[in-house]
């Protein structure tokens, strides 16, 4: 090298000369990924957040027509959440109550793919799994009973003003019925009473006709198809009555008793000890205030006891002259 060049700085050796460009997926390798993360991604959801249902029966009607998909809350139950009144719960089959029914398959193999994919992920029904989807009339407790005089159905005595739901010209009830709902179970029914297999029609063999709670999958909360119809499901205003509700009746336990008897006696035994604390430091402060002092076990002064030795040995007498 001649002399008078500059030598190039030669590179650190954690660094290199030129960067590396990152090379894209390829399309084929791309979709197969983000296919395999939709999937695990939707089985999540559907397991334990919110799953699609399509209705093929008549039995919601017109609230929720044949074809429609809703979706089903499944997040709350995880946490304890009870049905209430007025929701539309999707139930797994009791026993009996879908005996007969079979879900239609088709013969193209292609058909069926594309129907177990969709199933996979909720947008179909699974044809091993027989769910129902219903409204709860009664939970835990409740008295339900119809007909009224005037042919209502009465929830603890109050009827129900259920036109804002039920089938247009569809009575309330034509079968009577007077149930007091188990504890644990729900008593449910389809808006279209005339094609509704609900409660009312397995009260036979022994059976009161309702539902367990641990039967419930969840409450569809929202109408997703057709969106010309997509909307929320709500509780109706009938469900919001004052006098539904039925405090429970609890025994009444003497341990219990005696527990919440012996907060007001321990609190009272504080305030009485803080008053007397408090009063035994106000006349400590007088006192000493007042200059008399506190010494011994006594509390007398040196002053009060000099003035008692003086006393105990009489009046001095005068010298003589």
Not at 210 to 215: E, L, N
């Amino acid at each position: 090298m001649t002399k008078g060049r500059r030598r190039r700085a030669k590179p650190a050796p954690n660094q290199k000369g030129r960067r590396r460009r990152l090379k894209p997926i390829r399309l084929w390798r791309e979709i197969p990924i983000l296919m395999a993360i939709a999937l695990v991604l939707a089985l999540g959801i559907k397991t334990f957040l919110v799953q699609a249902f399509f209705i093929p029966s008549q039995s919601m009607e017109n609230t929720i027509m044949p074809g429609d998909r809703v979706l089903v809350n499944k997040f709350s139950p995880w946490f304890g959440a009870q049905p209430q009144r007025g929701q539309i719960v999707v139930f797994h089959d009791p026993g009996g109550w879908l005996e007969g029914t079979t879900t239609p398959t088709s013969d193209n193999a292609l058909v069926r793919g594309i129907k177990d994919v969709f199933t996979f992920v909720g947008l179909l029904p699974q044809s091993d799994e027989h769910d129902l989807i219903k409204r709860v009339i009664g939970i835990p407790g409740d008295q339900v009973a119809c007909c009224d005089a005037k042919g209502r159905v009465t929830v603890n005595g109050v009827p129900l003003n259920e036109t804002a739901y039920l089938f247009p010209g569809a009575a309330p009830s034509t079968i009577t019925f007077n149930v007091r709902v188990p504890a644990g179970r729900i008593w449910v029914m389809g808006d279209n009473r005339g094609d509704s297999a609900d409660s009312r029609f397995h009260m036979t063999g022994g059976s009161d006709g309702t539902v367990p709670i641990s039967d419930v999958v969840g409450h569809a909360f929202v109408l997703i198809w057709p969106p010309s119809r997509a909307g929320g499901l709500g509780v109706p205003a009938t469900f919001q009555q004052e006098g539904l509700t039925v405090a429970p009746s609890v025994p009444v336990q003497p341990g219990a008793v005696a527990l919440l008897g012996a907060f007001p006696v321990r609190l009272a035994g504080r305030r009485l000890w803080r008053f007397r604390r408090a009063r035994h430091g106000e006349d400590k402060t007088t006192r000493l205030r007042r200059g008399t002092g506190q010494t011994g076990s006594g509390g007398r002064s040196d002053a009060a006891r000099d003035r008692d030795r003086r006393a105990r040995r009489g009046p001095r007498r005068a010298d003589a002259p």
